[in-house]
């Protein structure tokens, strides 16, 4: 069974930093495309930032300038650099990983808090 497996998730301090990581395990395939999504209590899921396979990156404007995915050596994973964190980016991130099929594939999530 393929999962996604993030981490690096804690507590920092407003403008501090957290690194992300999500790893792929048992994986035959590439996912065509990877991103980071998260969810505040009582807010819809939104995605933070996406990369595909030829390097094209997304972010949300209320994150560009202060976060960077970027995808690792290894197959299917990728890594959330999150720098000048703020109070309002305290959520729970998950990792997500999509085929050509569109078949879609999640973590298990991991919570970001940032203190003020």
């Known amino acids: 069974q393929v999962q996604l497996v993030e981490s690096g998730g804690g507590l920092a301090q407003a403008g501090g930093s957290l690194r992300l990581s999500c790893a792929a395990s048992?994986?035959?395939?590439?996912?065509?495309?990877m991103g980071w999504y998260r969810q505040a209590p009582g807010k819809q899921r939104e995605l933070v930032a996406d990369?595909?396979?030829?390097?094209?990156?997304n972010y949300i404007d209320s994150v560009k300038g202060r976060f960077t995915i970027t995808r690792g050596n290894a197959k299917n994973t990728v890594y959330l650099q999150m720098n000048s964190l703020k109070p309002e980016d305290t959520a729970r991130y998950y990792c997500?990983?999509?085929?050509?099929?569109?078949?879609?594939?999640w973590g298990q999530g991991t919570q970001v808090t940032v203190s003020s």
């Open positions: 997500d990983g999509k085929t050509s099929l569109g078949a879609n594939y």
């Open positions: 048992r994986t035959i395939f590439s996912f065509n495309l």
């Open positions: 990369i595909s396979s030829d390097g094209s990156t």
